[in-house]
Protein backbone atom coordinates (compact mmCIF):
# COMPACT_ATOMS: atom_id res chain seq x y z
CA UNK A 1 0.00 0.00 0.00
CA UNK A 2 3.10 2.28 0.08
CA UNK A 3 5.38 4.65 -2.01
CA UNK A 4 8.31 2.89 -1.38
CA UNK A 5 11.94 3.77 -2.02
CA UNK A 6 13.94 0.90 -1.92
CA UNK A 7 17.60 0.85 -1.73
CA UNK A 8 20.23 -1.86 -2.48
CA UNK A 9 22.72 -1.45 0.54
CA UNK A 10 25.72 -2.86 -0.48
CA UNK A 11 25.55 -0.97 -3.56
CA UNK A 12 24.81 2.70 -1.78
CA UNK A 13 27.18 2.49 1.21
CA UNK A 14 30.01 1.35 -1.30
CA UNK A 15 29.32 4.53 -3.35
CA UNK A 16 29.11 6.69 -0.36
CA UNK A 17 32.28 5.49 0.94
CA UNK A 18 33.83 6.01 -2.75
CA UNK A 19 32.71 9.78 -2.43
CA UNK A 20 34.07 10.66 0.79
CA UNK A 21 37.02 8.26 0.25
CA UNK A 22 37.85 10.38 -2.87
CA UNK A 23 36.63 14.26 -1.62
CA UNK A 24 38.80 15.19 1.64
CA UNK A 25 36.78 17.43 3.65
CA UNK A 26 33.53 16.41 2.24
CA UNK A 27 30.71 17.94 4.15
CA UNK A 28 27.36 15.93 3.46
CA UNK A 29 24.34 18.31 3.57
CA UNK A 30 21.09 16.38 4.77
CA UNK A 31 18.69 19.27 4.47
CA UNK A 32 15.41 19.46 3.51
CA UNK A 33 13.29 15.39 3.31
CA UNK A 34 17.10 14.08 3.71
CA UNK A 35 17.24 13.90 -0.05
CA UNK A 36 13.94 11.43 0.50
CA UNK A 37 15.93 9.02 2.65
CA UNK A 38 15.17 11.40 5.84
CA UNK A 39 17.29 13.92 7.03
CA UNK A 40 17.92 11.46 10.25
CA UNK A 41 18.82 8.58 8.99
CA UNK A 42 21.46 10.30 6.52
CA UNK A 43 22.60 11.69 9.82
CA UNK A 44 23.25 8.50 10.64
CA UNK A 45 24.94 7.02 7.77
CA UNK A 46 27.08 10.47 8.42
CA UNK A 47 28.38 9.09 11.55
CA UNK A 48 28.94 5.86 9.96
CA UNK A 49 31.19 7.30 7.03
CA UNK A 50 33.06 8.84 9.86
CA UNK A 51 33.06 12.68 8.46
CA UNK A 52 33.52 15.33 11.36
CA UNK A 53 30.94 17.93 10.03
CA UNK A 54 27.56 17.56 8.27
CA UNK A 55 25.35 20.63 6.71
CA UNK A 56 21.61 21.27 7.33
CA UNK A 57 19.39 23.32 5.61
CA UNK A 58 17.64 25.62 8.15
CA UNK A 59 17.87 25.91 12.17
CA UNK A 60 14.64 23.93 12.82
CA UNK A 61 16.21 21.11 11.08
CA UNK A 62 18.49 20.62 14.13
CA UNK A 63 17.03 18.51 16.47
CA UNK A 64 16.50 16.11 13.93
CA UNK A 65 19.89 15.56 13.27
CA UNK A 66 21.80 16.49 16.53
CA UNK A 67 21.17 13.03 18.16
CA UNK A 68 21.86 11.14 15.16
CA UNK A 69 25.04 12.78 14.60
CA UNK A 70 27.65 14.00 16.76
CA UNK A 71 30.14 15.81 14.93
CA UNK A 72 29.80 19.83 13.98
CA UNK A 73 26.46 20.99 12.12
CA UNK A 74 27.31 23.60 9.66
CA UNK A 75 23.56 25.73 8.59
CA UNK A 76 23.53 26.62 5.46
CA UNK A 77 20.81 29.15 5.70
CA UNK A 78 22.50 32.56 6.94
CA UNK A 79 21.78 33.74 10.49
CA UNK A 80 19.78 36.52 11.39
CA UNK A 81 19.11 38.28 14.72
CA UNK A 82 15.33 36.81 14.68
CA UNK A 83 13.35 33.22 14.50
CA UNK A 84 14.54 29.96 15.77
CA UNK A 85 18.58 31.14 15.37
CA UNK A 86 18.23 32.63 18.73
CA UNK A 87 16.68 29.43 20.55
CA UNK A 88 19.12 27.04 20.26
CA UNK A 89 20.01 24.16 23.29
CA UNK A 90 23.15 25.35 24.27
CA UNK A 91 24.43 21.37 23.71
CA UNK A 92 23.44 21.54 19.93
CA UNK A 93 24.61 25.36 20.02
CA UNK A 94 28.13 24.26 20.49
CA UNK A 95 28.29 22.32 17.33
CA UNK A 96 26.77 24.44 15.19
CA UNK A 97 28.76 26.89 12.58
CA UNK A 98 26.76 29.96 11.63
CA UNK A 99 26.57 31.34 8.44
CA UNK A 100 27.06 34.69 8.91
CA UNK A 101 26.34 36.52 5.10
CA UNK A 102 25.98 40.56 6.14
CA UNK A 103 28.83 42.11 8.00
CA UNK A 104 25.68 43.54 10.21
CA UNK A 105 24.82 39.90 11.78
CA UNK A 106 28.22 38.99 12.50
CA UNK A 107 28.59 41.96 15.89
CA UNK A 108 25.08 41.02 16.54
CA UNK A 109 25.30 36.97 16.25
CA UNK A 110 28.75 37.77 18.20
CA UNK A 111 26.61 39.87 20.81
CA UNK A 112 24.36 37.18 21.23
CA UNK A 113 26.47 34.56 21.96
CA UNK A 114 30.49 35.12 21.99
CA UNK A 115 31.35 31.64 21.61
CA UNK A 116 29.51 31.47 18.25
CA UNK A 117 31.40 29.85 15.38
CA UNK A 118 30.76 30.80 11.87
CA UNK A 119 31.68 30.95 8.44
CA UNK A 120 31.33 34.38 6.28
CA UNK A 121 29.40 33.87 3.30
CA UNK A 122 30.63 35.94 0.07
CA UNK A 123 28.32 36.30 -2.48
CA UNK A 124 28.46 34.27 -5.95
CA UNK A 125 26.75 34.70 -9.22
CA UNK A 126 24.13 32.99 -7.80
CA UNK A 127 23.62 35.96 -6.01
CA UNK A 128 21.08 34.54 -3.06
CA UNK A 129 23.27 35.73 0.16
CA UNK A 130 26.77 36.67 0.58
CA UNK A 131 29.07 40.05 1.49
CA UNK A 132 30.54 41.61 -1.96
CA UNK A 133 34.20 41.88 -1.48
CA UNK A 134 33.69 45.53 -0.34
CA UNK A 135 31.89 44.11 2.61
CA UNK A 136 34.33 41.80 3.57
CA UNK A 137 37.36 44.61 3.36
CA UNK A 138 34.53 46.50 5.74
CA UNK A 139 35.25 43.99 8.93
CA UNK A 140 36.22 44.80 12.29
CA UNK A 141 40.00 42.32 11.24
CA UNK A 142 41.51 43.16 15.14
CA UNK A 143 38.12 41.34 16.26
CA UNK A 144 38.00 38.80 13.70
CA UNK A 145 41.69 38.25 14.86
CA UNK A 146 41.39 38.17 18.33
CA UNK A 147 38.16 35.27 18.76
CA UNK A 148 38.42 32.08 17.21
CA UNK A 149 34.70 31.77 15.98
CA UNK A 150 35.79 32.15 12.72
CA UNK A 151 35.87 28.66 10.90
CA UNK A 152 36.22 30.06 6.74
CA UNK A 153 34.18 31.45 4.21
CA UNK A 154 31.50 30.17 2.60
CA UNK A 155 30.48 29.95 -1.58
CA UNK A 156 27.71 28.96 -3.03
CA UNK A 157 28.19 28.21 -6.45
CA UNK A 158 25.80 28.13 -9.36
CA UNK A 159 25.43 24.17 -10.74
CA UNK A 160 27.83 23.64 -13.21
CA UNK A 161 27.74 25.52 -16.07
CA UNK A 162 31.40 25.78 -17.87
CA UNK A 163 33.98 25.74 -15.56
CA UNK A 164 33.54 28.15 -11.32
CA UNK A 165 37.37 28.40 -11.34
CA UNK A 166 37.64 31.73 -12.28
CA UNK A 167 34.50 33.11 -10.38
CA UNK A 168 36.44 30.97 -7.33
CA UNK A 169 39.77 32.15 -7.91
CA UNK A 170 38.38 35.80 -8.12
CA UNK A 171 36.73 34.87 -4.49
CA UNK A 172 39.58 33.91 -3.39
CA UNK A 173 41.64 36.51 -4.45
CA UNK A 174 38.84 38.74 -2.27
CA UNK A 175 39.28 37.10 0.58
CA UNK A 176 43.79 37.25 0.10
CA UNK A 177 43.07 40.63 -0.26
CA UNK A 178 40.52 41.53 2.68
CA UNK A 179 43.10 40.58 5.25
CA UNK A 180 40.23 38.35 6.53
CA UNK A 181 42.57 35.54 8.71
CA UNK A 182 41.41 32.43 7.56
CA UNK A 183 42.18 29.94 5.26
CA UNK A 184 39.48 27.47 5.34
CA UNK A 185 37.00 27.46 2.34
CA UNK A 186 33.48 25.65 2.26
CA UNK A 187 31.95 25.02 -1.53
CA UNK A 188 29.63 23.56 -3.31
CA UNK A 189 28.81 22.15 -6.78
CA UNK A 190 32.73 22.19 -7.95
CA UNK A 191 33.85 19.13 -9.75
CA UNK A 192 36.36 16.69 -8.78
CA UNK A 193 38.64 17.91 -11.67
CA UNK A 194 37.88 21.71 -10.38
CA UNK A 195 38.22 20.36 -6.94
CA UNK A 196 41.70 19.26 -7.98
CA UNK A 197 43.01 22.02 -9.90
CA UNK A 198 41.67 24.60 -6.34
CA UNK A 199 43.75 22.05 -4.01
CA UNK A 200 46.89 22.61 -6.15
CA UNK A 201 46.66 26.11 -7.02
CA UNK A 202 45.62 27.44 -3.46
CA UNK A 203 47.55 24.81 -1.68
CA UNK A 204 47.74 26.87 1.35
CA UNK A 205 43.94 26.98 1.70
CA UNK A 206 41.70 23.91 3.25
CA UNK A 207 38.53 23.19 1.03
CA UNK A 208 35.76 21.82 2.35
CA UNK A 209 33.01 20.47 -0.18
CA UNK A 210 29.14 20.55 0.35
CA UNK A 211 28.02 17.68 -1.18
CA UNK A 212 24.15 16.64 -0.98
CA UNK A 213 22.90 15.14 -4.40
CA UNK A 214 26.53 13.78 -5.56
CA UNK A 215 26.72 11.79 -2.86
CA UNK A 216 23.13 10.42 -1.43
CA UNK A 217 21.95 10.29 -4.94
CA UNK A 218 25.11 9.45 -7.00
CA UNK A 219 24.26 6.29 -7.66
CA UNK A 220 20.98 5.85 -9.50
CA UNK A 221 21.33 2.15 -9.69
CA UNK A 222 21.19 1.85 -6.31
CA UNK A 223 18.08 3.35 -6.01
CA UNK A 224 14.12 1.99 -7.28
CA UNK A 225 10.99 3.67 -6.14
CA UNK A 226 7.80 1.77 -6.80
CA UNK A 227 4.01 1.77 -6.11
CA UNK A 228 1.52 -0.96 -5.17
CA UNK A 229 -1.02 -1.74 -7.55
CA UNK A 230 -4.02 -0.83 -5.06
CA UNK A 231 -7.07 -1.74 -7.92
CA UNK A 232 -7.82 -2.47 -11.43
CA UNK A 233 -11.66 -1.69 -12.93
CA UNK A 234 -12.52 -2.20 -16.47
CA UNK A 235 -13.94 0.22 -18.32
CA UNK A 236 -15.42 1.01 -21.94
CA UNK A 237 -15.62 3.95 -24.36
CA UNK A 238 -17.91 6.57 -22.54
CA UNK A 239 -18.14 4.72 -19.11
CA UNK A 240 -17.87 7.97 -16.48
CA UNK A 241 -15.14 7.73 -13.70
CA UNK A 242 -13.48 9.90 -11.22
CA UNK A 243 -13.60 12.55 -8.97
CA UNK A 244 -14.83 15.06 -12.31
CA UNK A 245 -17.05 12.13 -13.79
CA UNK A 246 -14.60 11.67 -17.01
CA UNK A 247 -15.56 9.64 -19.24
CA UNK A 248 -13.00 6.65 -20.61
CA UNK A 249 -11.50 7.77 -23.95
CA UNK A 250 -11.79 3.75 -25.34
CA UNK A 251 -11.81 0.91 -23.53
CA UNK A 252 -9.03 -0.14 -21.28
CA UNK A 253 -8.63 -0.34 -17.33
CA UNK A 254 -8.47 1.82 -14.67
CA UNK A 255 -5.51 1.16 -12.54
CA UNK A 256 -5.82 2.33 -9.22
CA UNK A 257 -1.69 2.82 -7.33
CA UNK A 258 -0.30 4.42 -4.20
CA UNK A 259 1.27 7.77 -4.60
CA UNK A 260 -0.53 10.92 -4.48
CA UNK A 261 -0.07 14.66 -4.12
CA UNK A 262 0.55 14.13 -0.38
CA UNK A 263 3.91 12.19 -1.69
CA UNK A 264 4.77 14.98 -3.67
CA UNK A 265 3.57 13.21 -7.31
CA UNK A 266 2.67 14.91 -10.19
CA UNK A 267 2.73 18.42 -8.59
CA UNK A 268 5.44 19.15 -11.16
CA UNK A 269 4.05 19.96 -14.93
CA UNK A 270 4.52 16.93 -16.79
CA UNK A 271 7.67 16.68 -19.06
CA UNK A 272 8.18 15.00 -22.39
CA UNK A 273 5.34 16.47 -25.07
CA UNK A 274 4.40 19.87 -23.81
CA UNK A 275 5.51 21.79 -26.45
CA UNK A 276 2.46 22.88 -28.55
CA UNK A 277 4.68 20.87 -31.88
CA UNK A 278 4.97 17.60 -29.97
CA UNK A 279 0.99 18.02 -28.62
CA UNK A 280 -0.21 18.74 -32.27
CA UNK A 281 1.88 16.04 -33.14
CA UNK A 282 -0.06 13.45 -30.40
CA UNK A 283 -2.92 14.70 -30.92
CA UNK A 284 -2.80 13.59 -34.94
CA UNK A 285 -1.43 10.03 -34.07
CA UNK A 286 -4.76 10.37 -31.95
CA UNK A 287 -3.02 9.88 -28.74
CA UNK A 288 -4.83 9.46 -25.23
CA UNK A 289 -3.57 13.70 -25.18
CA UNK A 290 -6.73 14.33 -27.57
CA UNK A 291 -8.78 13.80 -23.93
CA UNK A 292 -6.28 15.71 -21.93
CA UNK A 293 -5.07 12.08 -20.70
CA UNK A 294 -1.08 13.90 -18.80
CA UNK A 295 1.86 11.84 -18.83
CA UNK A 296 2.48 10.11 -15.61
CA UNK A 297 5.68 8.96 -13.60
CA UNK A 298 4.35 5.71 -13.41
CA UNK A 299 5.46 3.14 -16.17
CA UNK A 300 4.36 -0.80 -16.27
CA UNK A 301 6.64 -3.11 -17.98
CA UNK A 302 9.05 -0.52 -19.14
CA UNK A 303 6.13 2.08 -20.91
CA UNK A 304 5.39 4.74 -19.26
CA UNK A 305 1.45 5.16 -18.39
CA UNK A 306 -0.77 8.45 -18.44
CA UNK A 307 -2.89 9.72 -15.14
CA UNK A 308 -6.80 9.36 -15.57
CA UNK A 309 -7.02 11.96 -13.64
CA UNK A 310 -4.97 14.42 -11.18
CA UNK A 311 -3.36 12.30 -8.61
CA UNK A 312 -5.52 12.42 -5.05
CA UNK A 313 -4.04 12.79 -1.78
CA UNK A 314 -2.26 9.38 -1.74
CA UNK A 315 -3.62 7.30 -4.96
CA UNK A 316 -3.41 8.12 -8.37
CA UNK A 317 -5.58 6.49 -10.88
CA UNK A 318 -3.93 5.48 -14.22
CA UNK A 319 -5.73 4.83 -17.44
CA UNK A 320 -3.82 1.25 -19.33
CA UNK A 321 -5.67 1.45 -22.87
CA UNK A 322 -6.95 -2.48 -24.04
CA UNK A 323 -4.22 -4.95 -24.99
CA UNK A 324 -1.90 -4.24 -22.28
CA UNK A 325 -0.44 -6.21 -19.73
CA UNK A 326 -2.78 -5.49 -16.29
CA UNK A 327 -0.90 -6.08 -13.24
CA UNK A 328 -2.41 -7.65 -10.03
CA UNK A 329 -3.62 -5.56 -7.19
CA UNK A 330 -0.59 -5.84 -4.73
CA UNK A 331 2.21 -5.98 -7.55
CA UNK A 332 4.61 -3.13 -7.48
CA UNK A 333 5.44 -0.90 -10.46
CA UNK A 334 8.06 1.48 -11.19
CA UNK A 335 7.71 5.40 -10.31
CA UNK A 336 9.95 7.82 -11.52
CA UNK A 337 10.56 10.60 -8.74
CA UNK A 338 12.53 14.05 -8.01
CA UNK A 339 13.84 12.78 -4.89
CA UNK A 340 14.21 16.12 -3.18
CA UNK A 341 10.70 16.53 -3.77
CA UNK A 342 8.79 13.30 -2.42
CA UNK A 343 8.10 11.98 0.64
CA UNK A 344 8.20 8.21 0.79
CA UNK A 345 6.07 5.98 2.86
CA UNK A 346 8.89 3.75 3.74
CA UNK A 347 12.62 3.52 2.68
CA UNK A 348 14.23 0.15 2.77
CA UNK A 349 17.58 -0.76 2.88
CA UNK A 350 18.79 -3.79 2.36
C1 LIG B 1 21.74 22.35 -1.06
C2 LIG B 1 23.06 23.00 -0.92
C3 LIG B 1 24.24 22.30 -1.20
C4 LIG B 1 24.23 20.90 -1.72
O1 LIG B 1 23.66 20.88 -3.00
P1 LIG B 1 23.55 19.54 -3.84
O2 LIG B 1 23.23 20.01 -5.21
O3 LIG B 1 22.46 18.71 -3.25
O4 LIG B 1 24.88 18.86 -3.77
C5 LIG B 1 25.45 22.94 -0.98
N1 LIG B 1 25.50 24.21 -0.52
C6 LIG B 1 24.37 24.91 -0.24
C7 LIG B 1 24.49 26.30 0.29
C8 LIG B 1 23.13 24.34 -0.44
O5 LIG B 1 22.03 25.06 -0.16
Redesign the pocket.
Known amino acids: MTLTLSVDGDRWRSHLRGVVDRTPGIVP?V?GNG?GFGAGRLARKSQWLGVDTI?V?TYVELPQVATRFDGDLLV?TPWRPFGPALDLEPAVAKRVVHTVSRAEDLAALRAHDPQARFVLELLTSMQRHGMTGRELRSLDLDALRASAGLDGIAL?LP?EQGSHLGEVRRLLNDVVGSGVPTRTVWV??LTATELATLRTSYADFTIRP?????LWLGDRSALRVTATVLDAHPVERGDAFGYRSRTAPKSGHLLIVSGGTAHGIGLEAPTGESSLKARAATLARGGLDAVGFVRSPYSIDGKQRRFAEPPHMQASMLFLPSGARVPQVGDRIDVRVRYTATTFDEVTID
Open positions: VKYAGLHLSHRTGTG
